[in-house]
């Protein structure tokens, strides 16, 4: 079974809009980490945003945000004020106890003018 | 310090020769990681250490796969003997075990690998 599922693709939004990524996971760890990366095509993965699974409150950095349904097992990200230089891949992932970080496929935004 | 560098930034080489990449992580971090990311697809863990101890390594990891971090800094991942399949973007990236469990992980820009 997958541990980090993006049902997205692609997306895309219009400058300046709102767009929600998707993220579900799988975990029956009670404790866990959920992150969210950018990749541009110069392919270095950017550190964005984390929830840890006993946070009460959504995280929140800068024009990021962290819809966390900790009951539906969902961490979808929030980007507010869409910019041109937003378009990127978007990788969910999530860290167990093992510190090692599983992925999801992925979701390609592109923001246009 | 700069971040996490790796080297070269693109490999091309003939199926069944050695390559080696290079990974010198952020200098007060004490992990390091490798992983290993094919077209569409979102990076696969392959291997990390803490300082010099390889803890965890992948299924992934063949044994023509291996990882050394000698003296705890920088990191070397060989293929040995390349195939087609081992074409892939090779990811490090390191961090700094903390309580809060929120310190991410900071990657480098990846080298490219193409077999041949």
């Known amino acids: 079974a997958q541990k980090i599922t993006q049902t997205q693709p692609g997306m895309f939004v219009q400058e300046k809009e709102a767009v929600t990524l998707d993220c579900t996971y799988d975990?029956?760890?009670?404790?866990?980490?959920l992150f969210w990366y950018k990749q541009p095509s110069s392919g270095e993965m950017i550190f964005l945003i984390y929830?840890?699974?006993?946070?009460?409150q959504n995280a929140t950095e800068g024009r990021y945000s962290l819809n966390f349904q900790k009951a539906r097992k969902s961490a979808n990200l929030v980007i507010s004020a869409s910019q041109l230089g937003d378009s990127a891949m978007y990788f969910c992932?999530?860290?167990?106890?093992?510190?090692?970080?599983?992925f999801g496929t992925g979701t390609r935004l592109q923001v246009f003018p | 310090d700069t971040g996490v560098s790796q080297d070269p930034r693109h490999k091309i080489t003939k199926r069944g020769q050695n390559v080696t990449f290079r990974c010198d992580p952020i200098?007060?971090?004490?992990?390091l990681y490798w992983y290993r990311q094919t077209l569409g697809q979102g990076p696969e863990f392959l291997t990390y250490?803490?300082?010099?101890?390889?803890?965890?390594k992948s299924r992934l990891l063949s044994d023509r796969f291996s990882a050394e971090r000698p003296k705890g800094s920088f990191s070397t991942l060989e293929i040995q003997r390349t195939e087609q399949g081992d074409s892939a973007m090779y990811l490090c990236?390191?961090?700094?075990?903390?309580?809060?469990?929120?310190?991410?992980?900071?990657f480098g820009s990846g080298t490219r690998l193409t077999v041949v």
């Open positions: 990236a390191s961090s700094l075990v903390s309580l809060s469990g929120k310190d991410g992980y900071t």
């Open positions: 250490f803490q300082n010099e101890a390889q803890l965890e």
């Open positions: 992932a999530m860290r167990e106890d093992t510190d090692k970080l599983i």
């Open positions: 929830q840890g699974s006993y946070d009460q």
């Open positions: 200098s007060e971090h004490n992990r």
């Open positions: 975990t029956s760890d009670p404790s866990y980490g």
